[in-house]
């Protein structure tokens, strides 16, 4: 049984440390939030998972998962710390990073024992870098620690059995036995791991993001195409998902994409690229795509309904991300 700490209770942070916890460790779990802890530590779930709320109970019963505002608590005995904690869109699209930044330091000021700190949050190439920095420069005393990077590709909905059956496990750090360390905590889940570089590893994550949304805004581009010459998307989409080196997955045409992640991420990865001088053209187009086909609904409706939706009862199905 190993103690982690997991700091942010949002919906990577509650799900690592439940499905963790349940895995057999045992789990602190750290927020700011005051509200959320208290409604953790009464057994109300701040988000809806299938299956979370259940397993929290349960995990909590067996006393292997608390909840806290306190990081003292939360480090205690702690070998491993992951940071959960959120990465929005800030004014140019870049990553917003004050939260990650806090939580470094915080980890720096009050770790007391050897620790090897995780990144599950989606951040830009080279944070790990400056996390090493932030920690090791705001130490009170010298502490052992290294720095892991381990994205997380659960999607909301479905982020329990994500978790405990990914595709794979991406971890990359400059200290190899480290990322064996935390491969070792994944290794009950029986998936392919990649143990790489840290900034390789912070990449996979951007990469996988924008390359589905890519699918998506493709799949949109060839609909319009579609319609004026008279073909049938979902045919279209259909026959090439059989194609082995295509694959049917994120080839639904419709309102593009939306969500937290796939927009703030295209916008990070894109921002990035600008920042270092390079021009992302296929990103930006598949910005622009996804924002297009925001407008064609609108328009589409506005035909449908006699060219104005004044005054008009509109009934709208699926009330998710889009
Ligand atoms: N939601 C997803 O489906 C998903 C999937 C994969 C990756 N990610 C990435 O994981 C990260 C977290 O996403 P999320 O959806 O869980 O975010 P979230 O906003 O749901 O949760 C973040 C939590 O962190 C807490 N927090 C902020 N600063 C803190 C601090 N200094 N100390 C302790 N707690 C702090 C907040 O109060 C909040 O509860 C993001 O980078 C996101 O891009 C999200």
Redesign the pocket.
Known sequence: MRQLCV?????????TGTCFADMGNRVTL????ER?IEMLQAGQM??YEPGLAETVLRITEAGRMRFT?S?EKGLTEAEFVFI?????SGVDGE?DL???R??AQ?IAETMRQPLIVIN????PVGTGDWTTEIISSNQPQPVEFAVVSC??????GS?LADFMHPDRTVLGSTDRAAAEKVAELYAPLDAPIVITDIRTAEMI?YASNAFLATRISFINEISIICERLGADVTEVARGMGFDKRIGPHFLQAGVGFG???FP??VKALANMAQTHGMHPQLLNAVMEINAFQRRQITLKTREMLGGSVSGKTVAILGLAFK
């Open positions: 700091i942010g209770s949002g919906y990577v942070g509650l799900v750290v927020d700011i939030d959320k701040p988000i505002t990081y959960c904690v959120g990465t929005p990553a004050q939260y990650v806090a939580a915080t599950k949050s989606t951040v994205p997380e590709f659960l999607r909301e982020a994550k969500g937290s992640c703030k991420d």
